[in-house]
C-alpha cells in the first residue's frame, strides 16, 4: 500500500503560506484583533447592572418574562462566582466571529440559492468545515495568526459558518415558487425580489442558522482557549490542567449560562417572526 | 382594436428546443416526441388576436399547455420561437428592462393559489407592483385602498393574508393586479381553487367589474361551464395547440372536431344558447291594415293555428287565433283589432333557454323575438327550446 504523503503536502502548502501571504495574514489579525478589543472594551465597560438591564429587556422584548427572569439570574450568579468579565471577553469572542460569520456565510448562501452549481459543489466543502475535527483549526490558525484571540476567532469562523450558510441558501429556496413567480411577473428586479420577497420569507429559516451558528461558536470558542484565546474556556482550561474541579466547573456552568441565554433570544426572534406570518 | 395578438407561439421543454421544432412540423405528435426525444410541448403552434376589452378564455384539460401559454404572453416562460404582440409591440424583442416595463404597467396577473406574499398586510401586498415601480408611500397606499375597495375588501386593509378566507384571498389577488391599472389582466385559474359558491360569486363579481373597467382579459381555465359563462371568446387548447376558437355559442353549436363536441357534450346548454340562435324567421305574419279573411288564408297556408300581427315597420302588435277570426268572420265583422290578444311573450335576441322556459309554461302562444325597437326578428316554438336544449337543429316546419 502506497502511503500518500497528505499531512507533507498540507504542511508544505501552510509553510508557503505564512512565507509568501505573511502581510495578508498580517492585515486579517490586526483586523480581526480590534474587533474583538472593540467588542470586549464595550461590555466590559458597561456597568454590571447596566448590562444586566439590558439584557432582561431584550430578553424580555424577544422571549417573554420567563426568559428575562431566567437571564438576570444567570447573569447574577456568575457575577457572584466572580467570572463577569471573563465571560465578556468570550462574549466579545462570540460576537465577533459570528459577526464575520454571517458577513461571508450569508451572501454566500444567497448565490448558493441562485446557483445550482454552486450548490453542489459548496456543499462537501460545508460538510468538511463543519465535521473536521475542531482541534485541527488550531494549528494552522496559530501557523497563520500566532497565539492568542484571532487564531481562535478565525478556527470558530470556519467551524461555526456552515450552518448560517446552509439555511440561507436553505431558506431562499424554500420561497413558495408561486410568490415568486408573482413578483416577477409584476416586474421585480432580481435585487427587488431578494430583498422585499425572498429574504423576509426566509428570514426564519435564516434565523434559525444564526442560532445554530452562535451555539457552535461558543462551543468552538471554548477549545480555542487551548491557543491562549482567554476567556472562559481559559478557566475550564485551568481547572482541567490544575485539576481544579470546583474551578472547571464554575467555568463550564457560566458557559452553559450564556450559552442559554443567547440561544434562547435568537430563537424566539425567528419564533416571532413565523409566528406573525402564519397566526 | 387588436390588444394583443400572438403569432405562431411555439414552447418546446427540454434540452435542444429548436432541433425538436423540425419533428413538430413534419407533424409528429406531442406523444411521439415525448417518446423519442425526451422533449415535452407545451405549445404547439399557437395564434390569436385577442380585441380590447375582450374576456378571452383559453380552455383546456391539465397538460393541454394553457397555462405555458399564459405565461409566454408575459414571458415568465420564455417561448421557442413565435410572437406576441401587445399594442403593436413585439414582446419578443423586448429586452430585460423593457420587458419589466411592460410587465409592470400593461399587464396585471392573477394566480390560481393567490401567490401573497404572506410576510406582508393586505395592504401592502396589493401595493406590491407599485412599490416595485418606486411609486412615493402615500401614492401607492391610496391607490391600494381604492382597488381593495373596487374589490370590496374595505376594512381589512391591515390584515395578514393568512387571516383571510380563499376567495377574500383571492380578491386580493384581484386588488393587486388592478392596482398598477393595466390594460391586459391574466388570470391563470383564478377562480380554480375556490369552492363552488365562491367560485360563483367571484365569476359575477369579475363580470361586473369588468362591465366597468374594460379591461382585456385572458382567462385561464379548466372549467368548461366557467368558460362559458365568463367568456367572449374561447380557445380551446388540446396537447399545446388550439383546437377551436370562437364564441360559446358557436362551440357549441358547431364544435370543430370530435374532442371539442365531446367536451360540450355534458354542458348545461340552458344557461348558454340563446334565444336569437333558436328562432325560427317570422315568414307568416299579418299586418295590421290586413282584414279578417285576409289572415284566415295565411295561417292556412302556412297551416298554423295562431299569427302574430305587425305594422309596416314590422313592429309587434299582437296575436290572433284562427278559433277568433273565424268567429269574427261569422259575425259579419271584418276589424282584427277587435280579437288581437296583446297578452304575447316578447324577449331579445340574447335571452338564455333558461329564462324562456317559464314563459312558455304560462302562455300557449309562440315567443316572440324582438329587437329594442320592438321590431320582430323572429319566433320561438316550444319544440325549439327542446331541441337547443338537446343541442340539435330542428329540421321541421
Keep these: 500500500m502506497i502511503r500518500l504523503p497528505i499531512g507533507v503536502y498540507v504542511e508544505k502548502g501552510v509553510d508557503w503560506l505564512t512565507i509568501h501571504w505573511s502581510s495578508f495574514f498580517v492585515g486579517i489579525k490586526v483586523g480581526i484583533e480590534s474587533i474583538i478589543n472593540g467588542f470586549e472594551f464595550i461590555y466590559i465597560g458597561i456597568p454590571f447592572v447596566i448590562m444586566l438591564a439590558l439584557i432582561a429587556a431584550l430578553a424580555y422584548v424577544t422571549a417573554g418574562k420567563r426568559t428575562a427572569i431566567f437571564s438576570v439570574a444567570g447573569c447574577l450568579l456568575i457575577k457572584s462566582i466572580e467570572l463577569w468579565e471573563m465571560t465578556m471577553s468570550t462574549f466579545a469572542l462570540v460576537t465577533t466571529a459570528t459577526l464575520i460569520a454571517l458577513l461571508i456565510g450569508v451572501p454566500m448562501g444567497i448565490w448558493m440559492s441562485r446557483s445550482d452549481r454552486l450548490n453542489k459543489y459548496m456543499r462537501p466543502v460545508l460538510d468538511f468545515m463543519q465535521t473536521m475535527p475542531a482541534f485541527v483549526y488550531l494549528i494552522p490558525a496559530v501557523y497563520f495568526f500566532d497565539l492568542g484571540p484571532v487564531p481562535g476567532a478565525v478556527a470558530t469562523i470556519i467551524f461555526a459558518m456552515p450552518p448560517i450558510v446552509r439555511l440561507t441558501s436553505l431558506g431562499i429556496r424554500q420561497v413558495p415558487a408561486d410568490v415568486v413567480e408573482a413578483s416577477r411577473s409584476f416586474g421585480a428586479t432580481p435585487k427587488q425580489m431578494l430583498f422585499k420577497v425572498q429574504i423576509p420569507l426566509a428570514m426564519p429559516t435564516i434565523l434559525a442558522g444564526l442560532n445554530q451558528t452562535i451555539m457552535l461558536s461558543l462551543s468552538m470558542v471554548v477549545i480555542s482557549a487551548m491557543i491562549g484565546s482567554g476567556g472562559l474556556g481559559d478557566v475550564v482550561l485551568k481547572g482541567i490542567s490544575q485539576m481544579k474541579i470546583g474551578d472547571g466547573f464554575e467555568g463550564g456552568l457560566a458557559v452553559v449560562i450564556l450559552a442559554m441565554i443567547l440561544d434562547r433570544i435568537t430563537q424566539s426572534i425567528g419564533k416571532s417572526k413565523k409566528q406573525r406570518v402564519n397566526k | ?397
Excluded at chain 2, 96 to 124: D, T, Y
Design chain 2, 1 to 397: 382594436m387588436t390588444k394583443l395578438e400572438v403569432k405562431n407561439l411555439y414552447k418546446i421543454f427540454g434540452a435542444t428546443p429548436n432541433r425538436v421544432m423540425e419533428r413538430l412540423k413534419k407533424g409528429q405528435s406531442k406523444k411521439e416526441i415525448l417518446k423519442e426525444t425526451d422533449h415535452g410541448i407545451g405549445v404547439n403552434n399557437a395564434s390569436f388576436a385577442v380585441e380590447e376589452g375582450e374576456i378571452f378564455v383559453v380552455m383546456g384539460l391539465s397538460g393541454s399547455g394553457k397555462s405555458t401559454l399564459i405565461r409566454c404572453l408575459n414571458r415568465l416562460i420564455e417561448p421557442t420561437s413565435g410572437e406576441v404582440f401587445i399594442d403593436n409591440q413585439n414582446i419578443m424583442q423586448c429586452d430585460k428592462a423593457q420587458l419589466r416595463e411592460v410587465r409592470r404597467k400593461k399587464i396585471g396577473m392573477v394566480f390560481q393559489n393567490f401567490a401573497l406574499l404572506p410576510h406582508r398586510s393586505i395592504e401592502e401586498n396589493v401595493a406590491f407592483g407599485l412599490e416595485i415601480q418606486n411609486q412615493k408611500l402615500d401614492d401607492r397606499m391610496k391607490k391600494a385602498h381604492e382597488a381593495l375597495e373596487l374589490v370590496g375588501l374595505k376594512g381589512y386593509e391591515k390584515s395578514m393574508p393568512s387571516e383571510l378566507s380563499g376567495g377574500m384571498q383571492q380578491r386580493v389577488g384581484l386588488a393587486r393586479a388592478l392596482a398598477t391599472n393595466p390594460d391586459i389582466l391574466l388570470m391563470d385559474e383564478a377562480f380554480s381553487a375556490l369552492d363552488p359558491l365562491i367560485r360563483k360569486e367571484m365569476q359575477d363579481e369579475l363580470l361586473s367589474l369588468q362591465s366597468k373597467m374594460q379591461k382585456t382579459i385572458i382567462f385561464i381555465t379548466h372549467d368548461l361551464d366557467e368558460a362559458l359563462k365568463i367568456g367572449d371568446r374561447i380557445a380551446i387548447m388540446k396537447d399545446g395547440e388550439i383546437v377551436q376558437i370562437g364564441t360559446p355559442e358557436e362551440i357549441l353549436k358547431s364544435p370543430a372536431n370530435d374532442y371539442v363536441k365531446e367536451f360540450v357534450q355534458g354542458v348545461n346548454r340552458v344557461k348558454v344558447v340563446t334565444a336569437g340562435s333558436i328562432m325560427k324567421p317570422a315568414d307568416t305574419l299579418v299586418y295590421t291594415k290586413d282584414g279578417a279573411r285576409v289572415a284566415v288564408r295565411k295561417m292556412k297556408d302556412a297551416n298554423i293555428s295562431s299569427v302574430f300581427m305587425v305594422d309596416k315597420q314590422k313592429k309587434i302588435k299582437g296575436i290572433i287565433t284562427i278559433e277568433d277570426t273565424l268567429k269574427l268572420i261569422n259575425s259579419g265583422k271584418d276589424d282584427l283589432s277587435e280579437i288581437i290578444d296583446r297578452d304575447i311573450n316578447e324577449v331579445s335576441p340574447d335571452t338564455l333557454i333558461e329564462d324562456l322556459i317559464p314563459l312558455f309554461m304560462n302562455s300557449k302562444y309562440p315567443v316572440v323575438v324582438t329587437d329594442e325597437e320592438q321590431t320582430i326578428k323572429g319566433i320561438i316554438f316550444k319544440v325549439s327550446v327542446l331541441a337547443g336544449i338537446m343541442g340539435e337543429e330542428v329540421v321541421n316546419d
